[in-house]
């Protein structure tokens, strides 16, 4: 008995962690999500970040560089958010991040942060490539908004971002290619 409780637990944590990065995955976010439905009074932001030009690493360097990658932004990310939010890899090279706060300051505080720590990871010049990032938040409002909606806000959001990135830096978009 003691280890059919033992492999339900490691199965429940599975369900929830994406294996290449250790992250949370997007099951979990849509748990949060739903789970705070049920207690509106939450103050959370989320903040959308999308790796620009990765598609550029996995033709250049190959996907195990790649993977190396995406596990390098996630500890970035990690350790921008600190004990500020949850980060989770949504899908891709996608990662969202529930900041347990709506105030202003704070979440473009944890923003600059984000792009800090990606600004001193290319500087440093260890990895053959360099990680770029689009970012987009919103404030989450259950009474006004559903999951869906607050997820979409959050994506144009950082879409929005990225066009202004491929706008100064055209020799990484792909689309141009």
């Known amino acids: 008995v003691s280890i ?13 962690h994406d294996q290449l990065t250790g992250l949370f995955n997007r099951s979990y976010l849509l748990y949060l999500l739903e789970r705070n ?8 932001t989320g903040v959308m970040i999308d790796l620009n030009a990765f598609k550029h690493i996995n033709d250049k360097f190959g996907h ?14 990690q350790s921008a ?23 202003d300051e704070a979440v473009e505080g ?20 360099e990680l770029f990032v689009s970012i987009g938040s919103h404030k989450l409002n259950m009474k006004a908004e559903s999951v869906d909606d607050f997820i979409n806000v959050i994506d144009a959001r950082m879409y ?13 978009d792909r689309r141009l290619r």
């Open 4 to 16: 059919a409780g033992v492999l339900a637990s490691l199965q429940n944590e599975m369900i929830y």
């Open 37 to 44: 439905v049920k207690t509106p009074k939450l103050n959370i």
């Open 64 to 77: 195990a560089v790649g993977d190396d990658a995406l596990v390098v932004a996630a500890r970035i990310l």
């Open 81 to 103: 958010v600190g004990n500020g939010g949850c980060v989770m890899r949504y899908a891709g090279d996608e990662f969202v991040v529930l900041l347990n706060t709506q105030d």
């Open 110 to 129: 944890c923003i600059a942060r984000i792009r800090e720590f990606f600004d001193e990871f290319n500087k440093n010049g260890s990895k053959p490539y």
């Open 160 to 172: 929005e971002d990225k066009k202004a990135f491929y706008a100064s830096h055209a020799g990484l």
